[in-house]
């Protein structure tokens, strides 16, 4: 069974920050240089997505080789400073589950940290990655078109009419564990590629346990403006 490793810790702290010109002068992160020496290890630059169930199951990060068509810079930049946990188990949820009294539960002890990263290498790195942009030709731009829904009438269709519950949180603790926590995903995803990516998960990841749900234009529209929703709950 592959595991995260724990060395990586170590690693992500040492090399190339301290280098300093003439003795006072820093050189600004090199962002392209960090990806290649901190974090290809875990996460695929290049693409493409995994083909096989084998490499799902063995991929240590999600892929980044379209991370500028969906994550918000933003999002990213702060999140490599102070990275908090979006899968609840892991990856691979099959990965870092262990039996319990009351049924399956996650293995805290197979679950990693995330490597931080210092403000100016967070900057220069999301720079390197924004431009990483495969999949353009799957996304419309200005697909989505803001507007507005209750907290109760998302909340339904996340939960009774699509079953989305079942394997998401949509608050810390409330919610199935499989996949990613959405109460911030309207933080992280850019809105275009949330339309694209919920009307055909596969299209971008083609193993992936995201089921297709397919969802109707409105639909879908609906559910963007519930992650957006969800994502201004949480804020402070
Ligand atoms: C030891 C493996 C490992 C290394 C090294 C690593 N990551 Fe990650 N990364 C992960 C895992 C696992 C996640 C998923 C975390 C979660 O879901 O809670 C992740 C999540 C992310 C995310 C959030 C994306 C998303 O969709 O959840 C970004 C952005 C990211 N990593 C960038 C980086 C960058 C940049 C580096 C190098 C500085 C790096 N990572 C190094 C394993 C790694
Ligand atoms: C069988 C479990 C399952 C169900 C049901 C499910 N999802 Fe997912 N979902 C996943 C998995 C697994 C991923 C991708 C995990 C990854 O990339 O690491 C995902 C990814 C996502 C993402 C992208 C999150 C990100 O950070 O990349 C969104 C948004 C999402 N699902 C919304 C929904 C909605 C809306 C529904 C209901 C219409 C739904 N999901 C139903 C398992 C599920």
Not at 101 to 106: A, H, L, N, S
Request: charged share 20%.
């Amino acid at each position: 069974m592959k595991r995260l490793k724990l060395t990586i810790r170590s690693v992500a702290g040492a090399a190339l920050f301290g280098i300093v010109l003439g003795g006072s002068v820093a050189i600004a992160a090199d962002g392209e240089q960090l990806l290649t020496s901190q974090c290809a290890g875990c996460h695929n630059l290049t693409g493409p997505a995994p083909a096989t169930l084998q490499a799902l199951r063995d991929r240590k990060g999600p892929d980044l080789f379209y991370a500028g068509n969906k994550y918000k810079a933003a999002w990213v930049e702060q999140w490599l400073q102070k990275p908090q946990s979006i899968r609840p188990a892991g990856m691979f949820y099959g990965a870092h589950i262990k039996p319990g009294p009351k049924g399956d539960e996650i293995d805290a002890a197979t679950l990693t940290q995330h490597p931080a990263l210092k403000a100016d290498e967070a900057q220069a790195v999301t720079a390197a990655l924004m431009q990483r942009k495969a999949g353009s030709e799957l996304i419309a731009p200005g697909a989505y078109t803001p507007g507005t829904i209750s907290l109760s009438t998302g909340e339904m269709m996340f939960d009774k009419f699509r079953g989305c519950l079942a394997c998401h949180e949509i608050e810390p603790g409330y919610g199935g564990r499989s996949g990613p926590e959405v109460y911030t995903a309207g933080a992280r995803l850019q809105e275009d590629y949330l339309i694209s990516y919920l009307r055909s998960p596969q299209a971008w990841d083609p193993k992936t346990f995201m089921p297709n749900k397919h969802l109707s234009g409105a639909d879908l529209q609906k559910f963007v403006h519930y992650m957006r929703l969800l994502s201004e709950e949480g804020q402070p």
